[in-house]
């Protein structure tokens, strides 16, 4: 089976040769279809680069990386904003909602940017905001809404239009335990109910605990991870 | 135990048996016990004052000796009900005498012993949670002990995380 994402040897550097900081110092790495795992590890260690070059956000200085079978340095700049908005969806502790658009507007965004007409966008938002547990009031404005319902929204725009890979960088890190936990047991659902994979980045044990596997990450390096748990023993 | 079964007689006689079935259902079924331990310590128990056996109640008897709480023994759970574990010196605990030992043999040696021991709390965390994730089935009592044993696995990986740090700072100051 192809793996979702694979880093092979991945380092990325940082700066000049002189005041070069090496922020991953050959990473390898592969997440499953459908498979939950977090990342773990102290302030500075490299848990956000690590998700910002599986998101095509950034290039790795040296290693390869694939997204769903395609190497991420085959792409120009076209074909990775193309790859970001078909398979790959982000969540931050920031919600980057646009706070003059609607609930329902937010989600289908990206679905509108890639072409689909808004009949067909707006019943799939319905749908990925649904599965988010929320059914409601969703022509009102993010304002309207809690912090934890916010981040909701945020996941269902990361998710919608079936994309294959969710990102999700702290996204519990302003919310209260209890949002922070219903936010986290919905992203723990979309693994197997769409098949989604996801990458977890947290310094939470409470959180980083939902996952199939926990990686930690210590100076740019993997230094250790849990054994993986078998998707048919959830 | 002892005080377990001081606790459950607070509510009236019982037999060995009545007792098992009671302080394993109360514990959310974690601590088995077998009815010989049970009257080994309600012999015990006698023996000191806190318990003495209770008149004989025909068919309840049949099934094992009942005992029942003298006033010493009420006085005794009273005192249980109200003291606080203390903690100087603090209770010994596995990890941080691993942790401590580890770090008297040199940081390097400590860095590699919390590495593996946070990954495999984080592991046992991941088995908690799975366990939590099943269908409820209504058993207060092993749900509560469930969220104990999560929430000090937290409190286990937050303690790695802070032991971590103090030991990476030197670290770093020395290269």
Known sequence: MTAMLEFDDVVKSYGSSTTEVRALRGVTLSVAPGEFVAVMGPSGCGKSTLLHLAGALETPSAGTICVGGQRLAELDAAGRGELRRRDVGFV??????????????????????????????????????????????????????????????AIARAVVGERRLLLADEPTGSL???????????????????????????????FASWADRVIFLRDGRIVDETPAIAAVAR | MR????????????????????????????WPLNVGQVYTTLDRLARDGM???????????????????????????????????????????ELMLKVLFATALGP???????????????ALLQAHRRASRRPADDDTAAAMVRDALIVRAEADLRWLDLCEARLHAPMKGRS
Do not use: C
Not at chain 1, 111 to 134: I, K, T, Y
Not at chain 1, 181 to 206: F, N, S, W
């Open chain 1, 176 to 206: 209260d335990t209890a949002s922070g936990d219903e936010v986290i047991e919905l992203i723990a659902a979309l693994p197997e109910q769409h098949g989604t994979a996801v990458v977890l980045v947290t310094h939470e044990p409470r």
């Open chain 1, 92 to 153: 931050f502790q920031r919600l980057n909602l646009i706070p003059a658009l609607t609930a329902i507007e937010n989600v289908m965004l990206p679905l509108e940017l890639a072409g689909e007409p808004a009949r067909s966008a707006r019943g799939r938002a319905v749908e990925a905001l649904e599965a988010m547990g929320l059914y409601e009031q969703l022509d009102r404005y993010p304002d309207d809404f809690s912090g934890g319902q916010q981040q909701r929204i």
């Open chain 2, 3 to 30: 005080e377990g079964l001081l606790a459950l007689l607070a509510e009236g006689p019982r037999n060995g048996h009545q007792l098992k079935t009671e302080f394993e259902a109360v514990t959310g079924g974690v």
């Open chain 2, 51 to 93: 318990v003495t056996r209770a008149r004989p109640n025909g068919e309840a008897e049949a099934h094992g000796r009942r005992y029942e709480l003298t006033a010493a023994g009420r006085e005794e759970l009273a005192s249980w009900w109200q003291l606080v574990p203390a903690e100087d010196p603090p209770p010994r605990d």
């Open chain 2, 108 to 122: 390097a040696h400590a860095m590699t012993v919390i590495t593996e021991q946070r990954t495999a709390l984080l």
